[in-house]
Nanobody, 122 residues
Framework: VQLVESGGGLVQAGGSLRLSCVVS????????MAWFRQAPGKEREFLAA????????YYAGSVKGRFTISRDNAGNAMYLQMSNLKPEDTAVYYC????????????????WGRGTQVTVSS
């Protein structure tokens, strides 16, 4: 499985961004897909996940209501719609895929993109 993120950039506080993650390879074997982020000097943080079999979604409390995870019908792409962005949302954002039931467990995601930088100015 190969994952490539895009859509990051510089945005003012209160603004919105939509991140994309193009997925290729053994797409049909993916059980969970997720978004994580890592801010400078901090550990990688779970944001949102989607179970591919039924599209159930899960969110971290810090982004619930502001971020929305989705994917296209073919399963070739995953998205993270981010709204009401705050300076503390500044980080590198990663998409990840797992053949296991993973939810928010970073250690269960075996496939990662290289990340896309999101910077929110105050």
């Amino acid at each position: 499985v190969q994952l490539v993120e895009s859509g990051g950039g510089l945005v003012q506080a209160g603004g919105s961004l939509r991140l994309s993650c193009v997925v290729s390879g053994s797409i049909n074997d993916i059980y969970h897909m997720a978004w994580f982020r890592q801010a400078p000097g901090k550990e990688r943080e779970f944001l949102a996940a989607m179970r591919t079999t039924n599209s159930n979604t899960y969110y971290a409390g810090s982004v619930k209501g502001r971020f929305t995870i989705s994917r296209d019908n073919a399963g070739n792409a995953m998205y993270l719609q981010m709204s009401n962005l705050k300076p503390e949302d500044t980080a590198v954002y990663y998409c990840a895929a797992s053949f296991l039931s993973a939810h928010s467990r970073e250690d269960r995601y075996g496939y990662w993109g290289r990340g896309t930088q999101v910077t929110v100015s105050s």
